[in-house]
Nanobody, 115 residues
């Protein structure tokens, strides 16, 4: 059974930083493309960042160099470092693991950027 557990979300002031983590079990991260997506109220889920098993990364345009995705295959974990956060970054952030056969999603972690 595949499980993805996200952590690191919370309330942060504009300009602050957060580091999200997603730890997986029941699946080999090293073979998968890992990613983070987000969904704000009333909006569609959108890509934040992905990292392939070869280490190639792709970011949503809104990240503007503020976010960094990384992976630790030994720990079956993917991270999202978010700096210079803005109020418009407020959303539920979801971890995604994409294999050749299936997509897996975490339960989501809330990120709220507010003063």
């Amino acid at each position: 059974q595949v499980q993805l557990v996200e952590s690191g979300g919370g309330l942060v002031q504009p300009g602050g930083s957060l580091r999200l983590s997603c730890a997986g079990s029941g699946i080999f991260f090293r073979l998968a493309t890992l990613g983070w997506y987000r969904q704000a109220p009333g909006s569609q889920r959108e890509l934040v960042a992905t990292v392939t098993r070869a280490g190639s990364t792709n970011y949503g345009e809104f990240t503007e160099g503020r976010f960094t995705i990384s992976r630790d295959n030994a720990k079956n974990t993917v991270y999202l470092q978010m700096n210079s956060l803005k109020s418009e970054d407020t959303a539920v952030y979801y971890c995604n693991v994409r294999t050749a056969f299936q997509d897996y999603w975490g339960q989501g972690t809330q990120v709220t950027v507010s003063s």
